[in-house]
């Protein structure tokens, strides 16, 4: 049994649970008290899994905040427009607020390189004050210093890879980078949260997926999501030479057998399509297009600048 936090409400008239490790929604067999609460991971990740545009809401399951674009590594493939203005620390506190009482269930702070944030753990206690499940994922190059304090705050990290080996790696994230993630990894782990590593999806890394559950296994993280590629940002360069389609990917994830104790999943352009994300700036960005584009909404005042104009749709499974 893995006892572990989840966010549970009732959005659209069915009982939702949130994962903050997987970062996947599920319906509830019975409906539970909303907020924070503790659950058998094993149990949950036996219920089935629902994705945003299969649900009557206008509130996002989870929302990805990048309060900073600023990071230590300069990654080929990097989403993050680098010249978006970043907010200074009062206002970032500002947009925690509104985010915590948004009613989402799972919020996550992303980046650029969030364990940058001398504030970060003053925004996750924020985050978490009204019941939602707060993530961090990190490149893992700061991860083992600043752990320990990490813990009580957030509920889950997750830590990017771009490759299983030092060599696969770093040759995407700069040398020494695979050495610093897999100590914070380790250090995480140690120290009780929950881990979850995650991995683009390309053509030059699609092969490394195996060895990258294999990786999870060894470092004691819970699982492992391949992302499709996104060619949002720097990653509009590799679109043609290195983008999957879903069905490949698909077909690839299929190929991986999990490790004992290992969960893997597959973040389909599909899945990440309307996918909210708050950028540094402070306003709210929407994946359009079968995520294969980004669009600028609005600036974030309240909750409601959050909300989904999305249709109900049938059929696609996360
Ligand atoms: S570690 Fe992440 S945020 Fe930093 S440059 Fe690489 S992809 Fe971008």
Not at 211 to 224: E, F, K, P
């Amino acid at each position: 049994m893995t006892v572990r936090a989840f966010s549970t409400r009732v959005l659209g008239g069915k009982s939702l649970v949130y994962d903050p490790a997987t970062e996947l929604t599920h319906l509830a067999p019975q409906v539970l008290a909303s907020g924070r609460c503790w659950l058998d991971g094993t149990q949950v990740v036996a219920w089935q899994p629902v994705f945003q545009r299969q649900v009557a809401t206008a509130v996002p399951f989870n929302v990805c905040w990048s309060p900073l674009v600023r990071c230590n590594l300069e990654c080929p493939q990097c989403l993050d427009d680098k010249t978006v203005q970043e907010l200074r620390s009062a206002d970032r506190a500002r947009i925690a607020r509104i985010l915590a009482t948004s009613g989402t269930l799972g919020l996550d702070i992303s980046g650029g390189e969030p364990l940058l944030l001398r504030d970060l753990t003053a925004l996750g206690r924020t985050l978490r004050s009204a019941g939602a499940v707060v993530s961090c994922t990190t490149n893992g190059w700061h991860l083992a210093r600043r752990a320990p304090e990490l813990v009580g705050v957030f509920d889950a990290i997750r830590v990017s890879l771009d490759g299983p080996t030092a060599a696969t790696h770093d040759r995407w994230r700069g040398t020494g980078s695979f050495g610093r993630a897999c100590e914070g990894v380790r250090a995480a782990v140690r120290a009780g949260l929950p881990v979850q590593l995650h991995f683009v999806v390309m053509q030059s890394t699609a092969d490394g997926m195996q060895q990258m559950a294999n990786l999870a296994a060894r470092l004691g993280a819970g699982g492992v999501t391949f992302l499709q590629m996104l060619p949002i940002g720097d990653g509009r360069a590799l679109r043609d030479t290195q983008m999957l389609s879903d069905a490949q990917a698909r077909t690839r994830l299929d190929a991986v057998t999990p490790p004992p104790g290992v969960r893997v999943r597959l973040r389909t352009r599909e899945i990440a399509d309307a996918f909210t994300v708050v950028r540094a700036d402070g306003k709210v960005w929407r994946n359009t297009d079968q995520a294969n584009e980004i669009s600028a909404l609005r600036r974030l005042t309240r909750a409601e600048d959050l909300h989904l104009p999305v249709p109900v749709l049938q059929g696609s499974t996360p």
